[in-house]
């Protein structure tokens, strides 16, 4: 069992930059596919970015291909998201998930965090 845990969330001007922290707690973090979903006010939680327990796969919504990384670090039970050339549709509160599944849909995740805020000026 892990507990995510989000961090890094902020106000950033269109184009800027942000990362995006995940700490999990629990011993078998390596063991878990991580995932970033994102709400916007009014919209469904939407996929944004996966990585798989080993770091070999990867997998992006189209809309962040290109802008957004996700990369983990299982020695320090941390997971990121790394974000680039922000656009104000990227404003949304931001949700860390932990599955054994993992993959695209929220299906894929049985933990979660209580997400971070990020809002990208225009």
């Known amino acids: 069992q892990v507990q995510p845990v989000e961090s890094g969330g902020g106000l950033v001007q269109a184009g800027g930059s942000l990362r995006l922290s995940c700490a999990a707690s629990?011993?078998?973090?390596?063991?878990?596919?991580m995932g970033w979903f994102r709400q916007a006010p009014g919209k469904e939680r939407e996929f944004v970015a996966a990585i798989s327990w080993s770091s070999t796969r990867t997998y992006y919504a189209d809309s962040v291909k290109g802008r957004l990384t996700i990369s983990r670090d299982n020695a320090k039970n941390t997971v990121y998201l790394t974000m680039n050339s922000l656009k104000p549709d990227d404003t949304a509160v931001y949700y860390c998930?932990?599955?054994?599944?993992?993959?695209?849909?929220?299906?894929?995740?049985?933990?979660w965090g209580q997400g971070t805020q990020v809002t990208v000026s225009s």
């Open positions: 998930a932990a599955g054994l599944a993992g993959g695209t849909t929220r299906h894929g995740y049985d933990y």
């Open positions: 629990g011993r078998t973090f390596s063991s878990y596919a």
